[in-house]
């Protein structure tokens, strides 16, 4: 199975200028994919990491998933030679001074452990800083293997791999973007690169894919969480930051780790509405401000609503938050639905949105079905 292209796609090839001096990133191709409306499933803080690279002589494999774009330091050089801030492995050759040339198959991978296994939908392979030593092409796979396997057992025969990018051409010094199709649960990826060279970051954008067993044993956890499978749909305003922080695991440990919106100068309020891991009966509500200090929101609502086509019930009243605080709610009783809203009041932020409760029947039975049609 292959990955289809959506249509125009933004497509980088070749080299980019030697770097001449100023703002390294004033000539780095970049694009706006519509794919990055999704959740990085390759984020360090839902838990992924680079478990294995087969080479990474020049720059380290786990500059991959850091979170900020790559740095660059004309002047920064070690013992080894120039220190890249990517992944970037030696330089290939060929088997004797005949035919000094690497083969066509001539390959360098790392394995990627997701931190939140789901449905692939658009992946960024960015070659930032890497201007004559970037890969000539790239690959990606992936695999679904449960529970958490070796790097050993991801690379034995048995292991199923499914090409969500196929070997395609690529450019220095530019985010080189590619829409995936492949409804499948994804759990780890091959990210492969022909023969040679160096990536800057790794950014995997797609739905996340709960076990259904794992909730089920939980019995009551946070329904609206990114790894549990709840999503951010729209916001009012995402000026400073964006909203899928506030459904991020763990507190917030600086501000921008959270969601804030510019400052209203009218008569309205901002809002961010998500979708629920599945149908779910919520019954306590966390709302926290951790870091948002002058600028949290004033006040707080919460409504929930049952089906997209359901009216919009609040079961939090509009409530005065204080700044850098986690406020916690128990509802009078639970409350059934599939959507949440939160509105503050008139502008601000909030770090943290936790919606704890349980699946209904319903809500687990639709949940199970798609993991298995999905291949988990």
Known sequence: MTAQHQSPLARFTGDANPYGGGDPYADH?????????????????????????????????ENLLLPERAEFDPEHFGHKGKIMDGWETRRRRGASAEHPWPTADDHDWALVRLGAPGVVRGIVIDTAHFR??????????????????????????????????????????????????????????????????????????????????????????DVVALENGGQVEDASNLFYSPATNTIQPGRSRKMD?????????????????????????????????AYLKGNSAGWASVSVRDGVDGEWVEVLPRTRLQPDTNHRFVLTGPSVGTHARVDIFPDGGISRLRLFGSLTEEGAARLAARHQELGG
């Open 29 to 61: 191709r970049s694009a706006d994919f519509p794919f990055t409306q999704y959740a990085n499933l390759a984020d360090r803080q839902l838990g992924a990491g680079v478990i294995a690279a087969n080479d990474e002589f020049f720059a380290q494999r």
């Open 132 to 221: 004559g030593n970037y890969p000539q092409a790239v690959s990606v796979e992936g695999a679904s293997v449960p529970g958490s396997p070796s790097p050993e057992e991801l690379l034995a025969d048995d292991v199923k791999w499914t090409t969500l990018v196929p070997r395609t051409a690529v450019g220095g010094h530019a985010a080189n973007g590619f829409a995936v199709d492949v409804e499948q649960r994804i759990t780890h990826l091959r990210v492969n690169q022909h023969p040679d060279g160096g990536i800057a970051r790794l950014r995997v954008y797609g739905e996340v894919v709960p076990d259904p067993q794992w909730l089920s044993v939980l019995g009551t956890f």
């Open 257 to 289: 780790d959270g969601w804030e919106t510019r400052r209203r100068r009218d008569q309205g309020h901002d809002w961010i509405r998500y979708q629920l891991v599945a149908r779910s009966e919520i019954r306590a509500v966390e709302i926290d401000t």
